[in-house]
């Protein structure tokens, strides 16, 4: 991920070091031990999801840094580390002098993934497909997915109300997935998933 992050950077900016600095800062975040989900490894699993739908992006390197930077902020108190995440992605990419109009993409990418909600823009909607591509996943990795959600949440007595009203609000949607890419290949499994995920809540 390194490579290709560094990659979609190099034509705007030379400055290794601050690059270096901005990675470690991204690594540092994701590596933080109260995340049991929200990891490098499902920023890889994000990362190849994007590679499915790569030739479908009209910005694919501005998906990528929105991608690595989505999570880079996740333990809030208020409810807004969507927002946080895109206000770090935005000081990270400004210095590094990525495009201003570009960096708005990033942002909006980002925000996005706080409905997943359909969106005008097919990049986007590709981009919370891949996000939300986990759903659709088999048996034995949807259940680490979700056992990881919950050890993220420690032993809150709110959690499995909270966690219920979200896995029905994707089910109460036309579609979970809003491209025919991964409509077609993970919407069926996804919604057994989540049904199975809700009845096993107390």
Sequence with gaps: ???????????YTSDILLMESCWNEIIASYSDQRRSYHTLIHLQHFSDQLNLCKDQLSDYPTAYLAMIYH??????????NEE????????HLNRLHYPADLISLCSEMILATKTHAGNSSSDINYFIDADMSILGADKGSYAKYAAGIRKEYGDSI?????????????????????TD??????????????????????
Aim: glycine content about 6%; proline content about 1%.
């Design 158 to 178: 709110y959690f499995d109300r909270g966690r219920k009203q979200i896995l029905q609000h994707f089910l109460n949607m036309e579609r979970i997935f809003k």
């Design 84 to 91: 946080k995440s895109a206000i770090v992605a935005a000081g």
């Design 181 to 202: 890419l991964f409509f077609d290949k993970y919407e069926h499994q996804a919604r057994k998933n989540i049904q199975g995920e809700i009845d096993n809540l107390s």
């Design 1 to 11: 991920m390194k490579e290709t992050y560094f990659l979609c950077l190099k034509p």
């Design 71 to 80: 999570d880079i902020v996740y333990f809030t108190m208020d409810g807004t």
